[in-house]
């Protein structure tokens, strides 16, 4: 008998005032978007403004909902946030369509019948559901592949659809194609696609649908929001990933807009040893436990640099979310299980300097100033993807100013210029030129500080969510719904 998803479940979003962005981008750039959503919300006429998609913890879609739709209402437009029931044999099958859009084979597993059956039954469940909320004339704009099977049944009930995509390849193989003839029936009668690059659209849709919006980070958010230096090395020593006593009440700050955060729990991390000391430099990587961000290259390269003295005193940090609470990513056990292995077949010495760290999901506010205390203290950030559809973690590593050192694929090609805004690896399997390029950012601190203050500098011109928001209020105008 086939398990039973859960039932659709609404995420409640606060209200952001976007009046924060005056001391980034100016009073005129704030006064242009409250003026754009006021003539948007007058157009609407009461409309709501859906978001569905497949989890409120883990992924790009997760982590800029809250920020865009809680500036949205601020600005008076109704946009809300619903998430779709799923069981594991559904995020197989879309884990196989992540893989396969990627240009990659993932597991190997067909996208056949039996896949197809899976995927659609799972439609059959939410749908009904969303309908319940989702009125004549609404606007629902679907996220990824987990909600393509649920266009039609929202189309003929009188909804207004655009599909947004996060992910895509460069490049067409057979994968890329497979992946677009499974979902493509789904998405014939969608009037609007979103992609993040225009090379992402593929031929089994009408390009004259598509449209181009890049994603965006909130600075203001617990991941982005500025920490001092006392607040990092004590959220860091909370969380067990540099040396100290944690306090026993755990670590209370003010965020950027007086909201309390509190860090109590602890990462669960696989090391041989003591944390690193507050002094040790520290290449990071924050991502999934996904094989397309290749941890093992990203623990081959660094070890390469032992030998010869290249990654100097730093010590590599691997930190991913807590496996067991993303409910989408049925591959995160394995990933995260073949790095440990990989960690415990290295020598001691190499092991002493590794830490694999699962953060803690349950309070994701906690695990966001966890994030970004990490990445604040890196020397370095690496994001070895293999492929990657935009990559946020590149984003939020610039905007903090550090020096970034990324594959140069997919969407991480819009955001980093080559040795002036980061450095890229023109071929992402090469872990060779990856330890290469490691090292010269290790050894050389002048040119990472250079580097990490021009790429807050780009993403403050091209990567803010106020630019987003504009960009979502051009499509609206685009499904004509005035």
């Known amino acids: 008998m086939r398990e039973q998803p859960p039932p659709v479940e609404e995420v409640r979003v606060a209200s952001r005032s976007p009046r924060r962005f005056e001391p980034i981008l100016g009073a005129e750039a704030v006064r242009a978007a409250e003026e754009r959503a006021t003539r948007l919300r007058e157009r ?4 709501r403004i859906w978001n569905v998609n497949s989890t409120a913890v883990g992924g790009g ?33 879309t884990k196989r369509l992540h893989h396969a859009l990627h240009g990659s084979a993932g597991d190997g597993r067909p996208l056949g019948v039996a896949e197809r059956e899976t995927y659609e039954a799972v439609q059959r469940h939410n749908a009904p559901q969303l309908l319940e909320r989702i009125r004549p004339g609404d606007v629902v704009i679907l996220h990824d592949p987990q909600t393509a099977g649920l266009a039609p049944a ?121 944390a690193p000391a507050w002094e040790t430099p520290l290449v990071v990587q924050v991502s999934r436990w996904d094989p ?17 003295g290249g990654a100097g005193g730093a010590e590599l940090v691997l930190a991913g979310p807590d496996v067991s609470s993303v409910s989408d990513d049925p591959e995160g056990q394995a990933v995260l299980a073949s790095a440990v292995s990989a960690w415990r077949a290295l ?15 349950e309070d994701l506010a906690e695990n ?21 559809g935009f990559g946020l973690t590149v984003t939020e590593a610039m905007w903090k100013a550090r020096p970034v050192l990324a594959s140069a694929v997919g969407g991480i090609r819009d955001q980093i210029e080559d040795g002036l805004s980061g450095v890229l690896v023109a071929d992402a ?52 719904l005035w």
């Open 44 to 47: 609407l006429r009461g409309r």
């Open 368 to 388: 966001a100033s966890m994030v970004n205390a990490l990445q604040r203290h890196a020397a370095v950030v690496v994001q070895k993807s293999l492929n990657e």
């Open 347 to 361: 020598p001691p010495r190499a092991r002493r300097r590794i830490h694999l760290a699962q953060l803690p999901t």
């Open 154 to 274: 929202l189309a003929g009930a009188g909804a207004v659809l655009a599909w947004r995509c996060h992910i895509g390849h460069d490049a067409v193989n057979a994968e890329v194609e497979s992946g677009w003839s499974f979902l493509a029936p789904y998405l014939a009668d969608v009037p609007a696609y979103v992609f993040s690059r225009r090379a992402y659209v593929p031929r089994q849709l009408d390009g004259d649908r598509a449209v181009v919006i890049a994603p965006s980070i909130d600075p203001f958010s617990a991941k982005n929001e500025e920490l001092d230096e006392k607040t990092v090395r004590s959220v860091l020593v909370q969380v067990g990933l540099v040396g100290g006593s944690p306090r026993s009440g755990g670590v209370s700050f003010s965020g950027s807009g007086g909201e309390a955060r509190r860090v109590s729990r602890a990462a669960h991390v696989v090391r041989e040893g003591p």
């Open 429 to 480: 399997s090469d872990r060779e030129a990856y330890a290469r390029a490691l090292a010269a950012l290790i050894g050389g601190p002048d040119r990472a500080a250079a580097i990490g203050a021009a790429a807050r500098e780009r993403v403050r011109d091209r990567y803010l969510g106020l630019r987003h928001l504009g960009q979502y209020a051009d499509l609206l105008e685009r499904l004509g």
């Open 61 to 93: 879609v997760a982590e800029m909902l809250p920020s865009l739709l809680g500036y949205a209402r601020d600005l008076g437009v109704d946009a809300r946030w619903l998430v779709i029931g799923g069981e594991p044999a559904f995020f197989g099958v």
């Open 292 to 308: 397309l961000k290749d941890p093992l290259g990203v623990i081959e390269g660094y070890c390469s640099l032992l030998d010869d």
